[in-house]
């Protein structure tokens, strides 16, 4: 059975000496897993489509335990990534959170649309790259079934204040009124921030701006709300926050 679908690719793994698995972020079919066959030879056709970061139009086969890819056409490769060592860390770090909060068989096209345009702003250079973080991880958190409860104080209901409390482990937010021990304190345009990016279309969810003070704050609150759904370490994030 042969399958045709579009996709990025966000993950790629060695298998024997010459083959690859890779993992493919797409629309119609989630995270999709596929064996590129002979990927390592130099002169592979496939070579350029299905490397990581590559964007493509897949045909796959479906055998008894994997897909193979038949063919693949590149769209874009984002190629620019490879210039710069911090862009190239945060694309990976966003590939991770894809794979981390994909599921396979299920409609993805608002995550892989986040993903790319979150590589397009990295390739461009002219968005500040906290805003670009923030934004994939609280979008991508939130497409994982685990969004914020941001619309009200979680003790008295209050909209806001001049100064809110986002709590990473519980999800969510309080007043200045109802402060609570290990929330972290932020004026309320840092929750803005977070409203805006967990509720808006997902094209506009990169447009918005903060002082670099409050930024800085808005990227320490979605890091750690990320980590505290996942639980685990993300060493993409660890190499990111290691050459910044």
């Known amino acids: ?48 489509s299905t490397s990581l970061f590559s964007y493509s139009d897949f045909s796959l086969y479906r055998g008894r335990d994997a897909f193979v890819v038949n063919s693949a056409s590149p769209i874009e490769v984002f190629f620019e ?9 945060a694309a ?15 409609y993805s096209q608002e995550m892989l649309s986040v993903i790319l345009n979150a590589l397009h702003l990295l ?4 968005k500040d790259i906290r805003i670009i973080k923030s934004a994939v ?11 914020p409860d941001i619309l009200a ?25 109802c402060p609570k021990t290990g929330a972290v304190m932020c004026p309320k345009n840092v929750i803005t921030a977070i409203r805006f990016i967990c509720l808006s279309e997902p094209k506009k969810i990169y447009s918005f701006t ?29 190499f990111y926050k290691g050459i910044i």
């Not at 298998?15 to 592979?44: C, H, P, W």
């Open 1 to 48: 059975m042969t399958t045709s679908t579009r996709g990025l690719v966000i993950k790629e793994q060695t298998i024997g000496e010459s083959d690859r698995l890779i993992t493919i972020l797409t629309a119609d079919y989630g995270l999709v897993r596929a064996f590129v066959r002979g990927a390592k030879q130099i002169k592979n056709r496939l070579a350029s």
């Open 81 to 89: 990534l490879r210039q710069d060592i911090v862009h190239l860390a």
């Open 92 to 106: 990976q770090y966003f590939a991770q959170l894809a794979y981390e909060f994909g599921e396979e068989e299920q």
């Open 123 to 126: 390739c461009v250079g002219h």
């Open 137 to 147: 991880e609280f979008r991508l958190v939130t497409l994982g079934g685990y969004m």
């Open 153 to 177: 104080c979680a003790n008295c209901s209050s909209y806001e204040s001049d100064i809110m409390y986002f709590d990473t482990m519980d999800g969510c937010i309080y007043c200045e009124n």
């Open 210 to 238: 903060l002082s670099s003070e409050n930024l800085e704050l808005l990227s320490q609150i979605s890091e750690k709300y990320v980590i505290s759904r996942i639980q685990k370490t993300l060493p993409t994030l660890d």
